[in-house]
């Protein structure tokens, strides 16, 4: 019989806000409503097929968090609010973001859905904020309420459309009420509450064998040590050191402990994120327990140095070398390897979303018994241990029904075939048995275990792009502070510190940066690893570096429009709003808000800034912030203003006083404090605007000049404008 080793590896990043904790995106909730419970629960259909899941703890913590009322979602808080109640920005953020589902399979289907889609797009212009504004002020009251609705309503399993409370409202199709958005909050509240249970009592019945991952889903091989990526590229240097074998550890150690406690027991094994390993990684990953892992073929071929070649038909052929489970030692440590047969895993990802249900499921079953056939003339009569292992959420939204129609094929094939038995990974290696009698695969040694991860056995994805670059060197310096304050921290600072710092190793960020992927939430990815990484100087009380507030992306990010002076001005810097005619030929930038998930703290809603104005006169940089409420109000009610120079560096202006306002001039100091500097003025006028003349001889010689206009309360900063890069202006 030949053996299949199917597992699927369900995974979201740590979503939560680095000050509040609030999940700023919705995937977490959106693939739990579907496929992180549709998918464990299927297989009560059936009992003879064996799989495994693995299951990340970052993603398990957050469903915790949901299923438990103690996380809170951006999304679903704003798809509850009442449709009378929402302001023009909620509107704008509903018509921007609702309609995150794949249009033809869960957009189209549904007229009403579809028409609200065909509303928003009517609007001319770019992707942007001042697009989704005027597209919202045309949705009435009910479009939007029937929106809220929509938007959560096709992220519902397949399991629960004959549910009278959900297949009620896919019948009505439009004007929702309130009490149906309660009604459907209801169901949601169902669902997550039976995600984790679900997995849990699918291994208690012995059908499937769950896995996990390291915490926050890093990549382990270059947590041990990024030059192994160096070592890989002759002649490349990727500019920064960063060997952290110790938070390597503690990710496993973390993560078995979080299995234990949501799932009764350790995990066997593990799927490394990314599939990803070195021999580094080895002693860390079966000192923490684990007695098996998967990789992708690639690295199998580079480990032997064979180059696995396909036929006309994609079959394999060299099925003798990879249709069998391997063992890796290093040292006195020893794992078990599976490796995937990387075109049977994008078949099931990518290519059968396409084809009907049937077709799909048995040409891949077809496959299968003939990767078999071909592994026993090969070996004279051996059986093949075929590994597929893919992405368990993602691909669903691309298939007909959710992918429900394909599995249910597939599984049902697999069930009754002849000649195939599905087994868990660790039946698969042989560290558990499904029947008594049964012997595992002949397992190999391998003497080498080449580093690489499951694309193109390489980390090009996740270090090989100056972006990944800057974003690695800003993790390293921030983690090499972390240790030069290790003894001066309390304690629990410190660790608070330190798990900023773990999240910020995850795989997921490095991912959306360089020009190998895209998405429309780049920039949320981007302000959630820096903000991350901003709080770990925050926790210590150090400065944060300016570096740390500008985007790190360069392909393709969404610019700040910066419109420049058109002259020299003449401003009487008197604080009074009316002055504003003396500002006309000044420069400004487009202040909008990013139109994803990112905090919006409550006190910004009252003292937000409204508008920026600079420009020069011959002796000074002249700077002009408009708030929501006056200049005069935000001091008074303990608020701070800074401009915060990215250039020239080093160099702070601050505004601070309830009563009487006064600008003080800051410069950076080593190794890192910031302290007034002696001789040097700036003047400040405050009233219902606040007006700066900044000398140029504080500015000094540069020919550029970059800043941000920074807020602060209580020593905390609470907003920055422009959100995600700085105000530049020549000189």
């Keep these: 019989m030949t053996k299949i080793a199917i597992l699927w590896h369900m995974h979201q990043p740590h979503y939560g806000d680095a000050t509040t904790g609030e999940q700023l995106l919705p995937w977490v909730r959106m693939h739990a409503l579907k496929d992180y419970f549709g998918m464990v629960e299927l297989l009560r259909e059936f009992p003879a097929v064996r799989v495994t899941f693995n299951l990340v703890p970052s993603l398990v913590a957050q469903l915790d968090a949901l299923a438990t009322g103690r996380g809170r979602d951006r999304y679903f808080d704003l798809a509850m609010k009442p449709a009378a109640d929402l302001t023009p920005d909620d509107r704008m953020f509903l018509v921007a973001n609702c309609f995150l589902g794949q249009p033809t399979r869960m957009i189209d289907p549904y007229p009403r859905y579809a028409e609200l889609l065909a509303k928003r797009d009517e609007e001319p212009g770019r992707n942007d904020e001042d697009r989704w504004r005027r597209a919202a002020a045309r949705f009435t009251e009910q479009d939007l309420r029937d929106l809220q609705v929509w938007h959560q309503l096709t992220w519902i399993d397949p399991l629960y459309r004959t549910d009278a409370r959900i297949r009620g409202l896919f019948d009505r199709q439009r004007g929702f009420a309130e009490i149906d958005k309660r009604a459907l909050a209801e169901v949601e509240a169902e669902i997550l509450r039976r995600v984790i249970p679900a997995y849990r009592e699918a291994a208690q019945r012995g059908q499937v064998e769950l896995s996990s ?4 889903h890093p990549i382990l091989p270059l ?9 890989m590229h002759p002649g490349v240097d990727i500019g920064f050191e960063f060997a952290r074998p110790d938070d390597a550890a503690t990710q496993l150690a973390r993560a078995v402990a979080c299995h234990q406690e949501h799932f009764g027991a350790a995990p066997v094994g593990m799927w490394p994120p990314e599939g990803s390993v070195s021999e580094a990684m080895v002693p860390l990953v079966a000192g923490a327990g684990f007695r098996w892992m998967a990789t992708d073929e690639a690295i199998l071929g580079k480990s032997l140095g064979v180059v696995f070649s396909r036929d006309a038909n994609g079959f394999v052929e060299q099925p003798d070398i990879l249709y069998r489970p391997y063992r890796v030692r290093v040292g006195d440590a020893e794992i078990g390897v599976l490796f995937r047969d990387h075109r049977f895993s994008d078949l099931v990802g990518f290519t059968y979303a396409n084809w009907s249900c049937e077709a799909a499921g048995w040409d891949f079953v077809g496959r299968l018994q003939e990767g078999g056939r071909r592994f026993r003339e090969r070996t004279g009569g051996e059986e093949a241990t075929i590994a597929v292992v893919l992405d368990g959420e993602n691909a669903w939204e691309y298939y007909e029904g959710d992918g429900r129609p394909f599995l249910r094929t597939l ?19 042989g560290v558990a048995r499904r029947l008594a009698e049964e012997s595992p695969s002949e397992t190999r040694t391998l003497e080498r275990l080449a580093p690489g991860s499951w694309a193109m056995g390489d980390f090009y994805i996740w270090i090989g792009h100056i972006d990944d670059r800057k974003a690695w060197s800003q993790l390293a310096d921030a983690r090499q502070a972390l240790e030069e304050a290790r003894e001066t921290t309390a304690p629990e600072v410190y660790r608070r510190a330190l798990e900023h710092a773990y999240i910020a190793e995850g795989s997921d960020w490095f991912w959306w940066y360089g020009d190998d992927h ?6 949320e990815f981007d302000m959630l690893f820096r903000s991350h990484v901003r709080r770990i100087y925050e926790l210590l009380g150090r400065p944060v570096p300016e570096s740390l507030f500008v985007t790190n992306i360069t392909d393709g990010a969404k610019q700040i429009e910066i419109v420049q002076p058109t002259g020299l001005l003449q401003v009487p810097l008197d604080g009074a709003g009316a002055s504003e005619c003396h500002w006309a030929q000044a420069g400004y930038p487009v202040l909008k808000r990013l139109f994803g998930a990112m905090r919006q703290d409550s006190d910004d809603k009252v003292h937000r800034v409204l508008d920026i104005r600079f420009g020069f006169d011959p002796e000074n940089l002249l700077v002009r912030v408009a708030f929501r409420t006056s200049a005069k109000q935000s001091l008074a009610d303990g ?3 800074a401009l915060a120079f990215v250039e020239p560096q080093g160099l702070r202006v601050t505004v601070v006083g309830r009563e009487t306002p006064s600008a003080f001039v800051l410069r950076r100091t080593d190794p890192g404090g910031w302290t007034p500097s002696a001789g040097e003025s700036v003047r400040v006028a405050v009233g219902d605007v606040m007006e700066l003349a900044v000398p140029r001889s504080v500015l000094g010689e540069t020919a550029r000049t970059a800043f941000f206009v920074a807020i602060s309360r209580d020593g905390s900063e609470t907003a920055r404008y422009p959100l995600y890069a700085p105000i530049a202006t020549g000189a």
Excluded: K, N
């Design 411 to 429: 599984y049902t094939l697999l069930a009754d075939h002849p000649e195939i038995v599905t087994v868990t990974m660790s039946e698969a290696m």
């Design 223 to 231: 947590l041990c040590d990024a030059a192994v990526y160096e070592e």
């Design 518 to 523: 895209s998405s429309d939430q780049d920039l």
């Design 213 to 216: 991952s390291p915490f926050y």
């Design 639 to 641: 608020f701070e203003v």
